[in-house]
């Protein structure tokens, strides 16, 4: 994690993302401007966030893949 990053929990106000910090299905994170943050998933999966990128956290779908949508 390197710069502002920020999460949103669901119905709750943004506040400054902790290190290591436990993500759940709902929460949405924003990483701003120079900063960047990378998500290690319970399948070893490995996400790098980049500057102005924004990604909500959807719940899962039993027997559906995961899909990613980039979205500028």
Known sequence: MQGTIELRR??????????NAALC???????HPRSRAALLLSNETTLRLDQGTTLTLAPP???????LEQTS
Do not use: E, F, I, N
């Not at 669901?10 to 290190?19: C, F, K, N, R």
């Not at 299905?25 to 990483?31: A, E, I, K, W, Y």
């Not at 779908?61 to 899909?67: F, L, V």
């Open 61 to 67: 779908d039993p027997g559906k893949a995961t899909t």
């Open 10 to 19: 669901s119905g709750a106000a943004w506040t400054a993302v902790q290190l």
């Open 25 to 31: 299905s709902g929460d949405t994170l924003r990483v």
